[in-house]
């Protein structure tokens, strides 16, 4: 039943392309400060991070009214006036993507810029029905949508954040710099709770290394033992080390540390960026948290799952990094002795420069 199901879809989806074809338009769109234009990003946060740079760059460099059409689980990060006017939040179902086509054609865009770096069926069905005039995206098996396509650069090659970025040659905008990066910018009542805790629980001012045990999927987590042996070993350098948690893996982080002042966790994401602006090292399988510490430029230590693709890793952009690589769906078989290998040098080295 699943097969045909995943047929019927593709079928819906090509006949939905060759019936809504857009006219194609030649040269570059340009957007003033009296344009306004539509962001869509939908799914998790890190998806909505690696496309903050370019948002920036649009709202700094060209001062438009910017709209961000988001998902429940990742809207939050583009919540600051230096990115978005105004969030529309993207509900599931037949009725609310209708009630949203509507919504959109109401508020008269002048350009809406898809960020997916690949094809949304639910993206695909937005663009066939509003009536935007410039319909701009990455080339790919819906282009036929778009008034306005600019390649999609290699995946093995380009980090995720240049395959996004290139959307600025279609536009006004100087495009790349020596300054893109992640752009995020949490409320300041969470970087003076975040300031407190690290005052209180680590007052002798050493280096310490963040220990992200959370990711977005059990897939990803390296397991108790390991995390264990990790501090452990710390405590052979001058170094403190400070576990990071979701809410979810409380009961982990209290398994792999007794001691719950080395242990930060909280729902708001804003108080979770700040804490990554505190440590002077990430260790971590979550590539939200990894896009964090790039936006701080902190140094990463991370281990990767990499099945079923040649797509090249997402590395924190403006860090210095290390990774661990795997070719299997989870971290199972990363062992801490292949782990140790990379991180004790890597370690090292950040201490020295420190």
């Known amino acids: 039943m699943k097969k045909v199901e995943i047929f019927f879809r593709k079928f819906l989806l090509k006949l939905l392309i060759l019936l809504n074809s857009a006219d194609k338009k030649p040269g570059k769109v340009n957007l003033s400060k009296d344009s306004k234009v539509l962001f869509i990003r939908l799914n998790r946060i890190g998806d909505a991070l690696v496309t903050t740079p370019l948002i920036y760059a649009v709202k700094n460099e060209i001062g438009c009214r910017v709209f961000v059409l988001a998902d429940a689980k990742n809207y939050f990060v583009f919540n600051s006036p230096k990115l978005a006017d105004e969030i529309l939040i993207f509900e599931k179902g037949f009725f609310p993507l209708w009630d949203l086509i509507r919504k959109v054609n109401k508020l008269k865009f002048d350009a809406v810029i ?52 290139n959307l600025s040659s279609i536009i006004n905008l100087n495009g790349f710099s020596k300054d893109i990066n992640i752009k995020y910018f949490p409320v300041q009542g969470a970087l003076r709770k975040v300031d407190s805790f690290i005052q209180n629980n680590y007052p002798s001012k050493k280096f310490i290394v963040g220990i992200n045990i959370s990711a977005g999927s059990d897939a ?73 510490a790039s936006l701080y430029k902190k140094p990463v230590f991370g281990l990767y799952v990499q099945y079923n693709t040649d797509d090249i890793i997402w590395y924190p952009y403006r860090s210095d990094y290390e990774t661990v690589v795997t070719k299997e769906p989870t971290l199972e078989n990363i062992s801490f002795e292949s782990v140790l290998e990379k991180f004790i040098p890597f370690l090292e080295k950040q201490l020295r420069q420190k």
């Open 114 to 165: 898809d960020l997916h770096d690949d094809v949304s069926t639910t993206v695909s069905y937005l663009l066939a029905y509003i009536r935007v005039p410039n319909k701009i995206g990455l080339q790919k098996e819906n282009s036929k949508l778009y008034t306005n396509t600019v390649p999609r650069l290699d995946s093995r090659k380009h980090h995720v954040i240049e395959r996004v970025m």
């Open 220 to 292: 990803r987590f390296w397991g108790i033992e390991n995390f264990r042996k990790l501090t452990n070993l710390l405590k052979n350098y001058p170094v403190d080390y400070l576990i990071l948690s979701s809410t979810r893996d409380l009961n982990h982080a209290f398994q792999i540390s007794h001691d719950k002042k080395k242990i930060f966790y909280s729902p708001s994401f804003d108080e979770f960026t700040c804490i990554i602006s505190k440590i002077d090292l990430l260790f971590s399988p979550d590539t939200s948290t990894i896009h964090l």
